[in-house]
């Protein structure tokens, strides 16, 4: 009966911090749609807001990989990419069928995480069977890899469907794809996606972090999350038992890749050119420095440090050339405070509740 009633407590205390979880993100979307609303954000601030959402849902997903299952994968910004450039086809091809801008954006989302989930399940499903940092290498690899190949397609679309050329040679054009009079050229080999019509909202992308942390929280919460995480504390005693490490590392990676998936396809409908170079290796050790700053496994701290570390560069653009080194000692002075003994003591200090918290578990 004992153990029953703590592990209800338990549930409890999970419960109410997944709503705390959710209502803070509410909050935040609400206080800010009325500071944008009453003309109280500069226009710098305004376009900050998608990619702060779009990075925010990119810190939680791969803090799911980092930080619950335990793998470092290196390549989160080529599963972006993957949505990102299939969400922008979606949305450009489908402009006649599907007037509607809202309709169009969430359809091409939806692509762009099938797409990226495709993906990552091809390359976990041979990767995750092995054990050590072979993901992180072959996923550093990845992000490489689709960045070139991004780079050599050319893709169109008229009224007889989609017409793509796959260009490794670089001879071929745009007026090789044989478009008819009213077709449009959406990818254009190096130069990227040129001309895309910018659909993504502050609101879609509230949306997507949302649904980003419900996909995470449950999927924690659950029997596959607990069996995940118990792959991560020890590999052996979780084969033991009987888990199927492969199955539980899967769902893990592939949930992952298909969010990175979606929130790409929002970034990249917010602007009317993106190049493939933009979803380079340091895009994704940024998001993996998100996610160690806010603490593996600590699905607040990824929010709070995606949106801080974005909007920290544009607060010190006023110090002009000394602004990424301004950043870039921010950054590690945070980061040693966050692994300092008296620093954390102090915090507890401050945090009475979570203080008498721990006593009472003693």
Request: glycine share 10%.
């Amino acid at each position: 009966m004992t153990q029953k009633m703590n592990k209800f407590n338990s549930l409890k205390k999970t419960t109410k911090i997944d709503f705390a979880t959710y209502l803070g993100v509410i909050l935040v979307f609400v206080v800010t749609t009325i500071l944008q609303n009453n003309g109280s954000l500069k226009r710098s601030a305004v376009g900050l807001l998608v990619p702060i959402c779009c990075y925010m849902s990119m810190a939680v997903s791969l803090n799911l990989t980092v930080g619950i299952l335990g793998e470092l994968s290196l390549g989160h910004a080529g599963f972006m990419s993957v949505g990102a450039f299939s969400g922008i086809v979606a949305s450009q091809s489908l402009m006649g069928a599907i007037p509607s801008a809202p309709v169009r954006l969430a359809i091409s989302m939806i692509v762009g995480a099938i797409f990226a989930a495709v993906v990552g399940l091809l390359i976990g499903t041979p990767v995750l069977r092995l054990q050590g940092d072979y993901l992180a290498i072959v996923t550093l690899a990845f992000g490489e890899i689709i960045k070139e190949l991004i780079n050599c397609l050319i893709i169109g679309c008229d009224e007889n469907g989609l017409h793509f050329i796959f260009n490794p040679a670089g001879n071929k054009t745009v007026d090789d794809l044989g478009l008819s009079d009213t077709g449009i050229a959406i990818i254009k080999g190096a130069q990227g996606a040129t001309g895309t019509a910018t659909i993504a909202t502050f609101t879609a992308g509230f949306i997507l972090v949302m649904l980003t942390l419900i996909v995470v929280l449950n999927l924690t919460r659950s029997r596959a999350g607990r069996a995940i995480m118990a792959i991560r504390d020890n590999r052996i005693a979780a084969q033991a038992i009987g888990l199927n490490l492969t199955k539980y590392k899967l769902m893990a990676f592939v949930t992952s890749a298909a969010l990175a998936g979606a929130a790409g396809a929002l970034y990249g409908l917010n602007y009317s050119s993106l190049q493939a170079t933009k979803f380079n290796f340091n895009l994704s050790i940024l998001i993996l420095v998100f996610v160690v700053l806010g603490g593996l496994g600590n699905i607040w701290g990824s929010l709070i440090a995606a949106a801080a570390l974005t909007i920290l560069p544009e607060a010190l653009r006023q110090f002009a050339d000394f602004r990424m080194l301004i950043y870039a000692i921010v950054l590690i002075f945070v980061m040693l405070a966050t692994n300092n003994p008296q620093a954390k003591a102090f915090i507890q200090k401050l945090l009475p509740h979570r203080r008498a918290g721990a006593e009472k578990e003693d």
